[in-house]
Nanobody, 123 residues
């Protein structure tokens, strides 16, 4: 399984970015997916996750109401729409594929990781 994240970059506070993560393989639609972020010297933390169908989602409190996770199973792609960005959203963002279809809230739910994309929000 290969995950290729893209869409990071530099944006001003209050702006928006959309991250994309393209997955290889023919079983993408069977697995939950998620986005994590990592600050320098800190552990990776979950930002958002969703079930195999996209019908159930989870968001970290810090991004609720600002970020939206979605997926297109026909394109083997998961997205993270990030609005009203804040300087504290600056981090490396990783997409990940879960071990199953429904568990997606915890780091240990995930088995495969993309390479990370840097998001920088200037004040």
């Amino acid at each position: 399984v290969q995950l290729q994240a893209s869409g990071g970059g530099l944006v001003q506070a209050g702006g928006s970015l959309r991250l994309s993560c393209a997955a290889s393989g023919r079983t993408f639609s069977s697995y939950a997916m998620g986005w994590f972020r990592q600050y320098p010297g800190k552990e990776r933390e979950i930002v958002a996750g969703l079930s195999w169908s996209g019908g159930s989602t989870y968001y970290a409190d810090s991004v609720k109401g600002r970020f939206t996770i979605s997926r297109d199973n026909a394109k083997n792609t998961v997205y993270l729409q990030m609005n009203s960005l804040k300087p504290e959203d600056t981090a490396v963002y990783y997409c990940a594929r879960a071990r199953g279809g429904y568990g997606y809230r915890y780091l240990t739910d995930y088995a495969y990781w993309g390479q990370g994309t840097l998001v920088t929000v200037s004040s």
